[in-house]
């Protein structure tokens, strides 16, 4: 009986070359094709609607929390912000070492999952916050607030480089405020 070894190493060898025919085919930057002020513009357009819809609905679900947790930045920016360390940075590879264990696995799992929760209700809390400094109106943490702050926030975020990291260190603020209240929570 004849092998189809030979048969089946030209298969792979074929499928081989499409994959990198595929692969070579490919832009060498996505959205190359898209001039630089589109792309800014559609950068600016995304991140104003991602603000508005996080900060307008804190605002719109728990104004009573996100007057709270404001003001917990306002009171101390820093351990705010050193909170915000601890919980976006040392949290997340706590759960990674603990998940190297099958019995972690089950801590880690919920654990990254409220890790999220309190990322996106920080980053709300966060604009928020930039929008009424903003503003001048230190008590009125409302819709105009989160609009200023969503507006203020997505100027920066049309940069590629700059917004990403400008949205990370004021998300800080807002993730160490709600993950403080959360392990103030936790321990009664």
């Not at 990198?20 to 002020?37: K, R």
């Not at 930045?73 to 050193?82: H, L, Q, S, T, Y």
């Not at 807002?174 to 929570?185: C, K, M, T």
């Amino acid at each position: 009986m004849p092998s189809i070894r030979p048969i089946a190493r030209g298969a792979s060898a074929l499928v081989l070359l499409a994959f990198t025919g595929l692969a070579a085919a490919q832009s060498p930057t996505p959205g190359a094709e898209l001039g630089l002020g589109t792309t800014v513009a559609i950068r600016f357009c995304v991140a104003l609607g991602l603000n508005l819809v996080f900060g307008g609905g804190l605002v719109l679900i728990g104004p009573r929390y996100a007057t709270r947790m404001v003001e917990e930045i306002r009171r101390d920016p820093g351990e705010a912000f050193g909170w915000g360390l601890i919980v976006a940075i040392a949290v997340p590879i706590a759960l990674v070492l603990v998940a190297l264990t099958i019995i972690g696995l089950i801590i880690t799992i919920p654990g990254l999952f409220v890790l999220t929760v309190v990322g996106i209700v920080g980053n709300a809390v966060s604009i928020v916050w930039i929008g009424a400094a903003l503003r001048g109106r230190a008590d009125r943490y409302g819709g105009k607030a989160a609009g200023v702050g969503a507006l203020a926030l997505a100027v920066p975020m049309a940069i590629p480089v700059l917004g990403n990291l400008v949205q990370t260190l004021v998300g800080f603020f807002g993730i160490g405020a709600v993950g403080r209240d959360l392990y103030r929570e936790y321990r009664g």
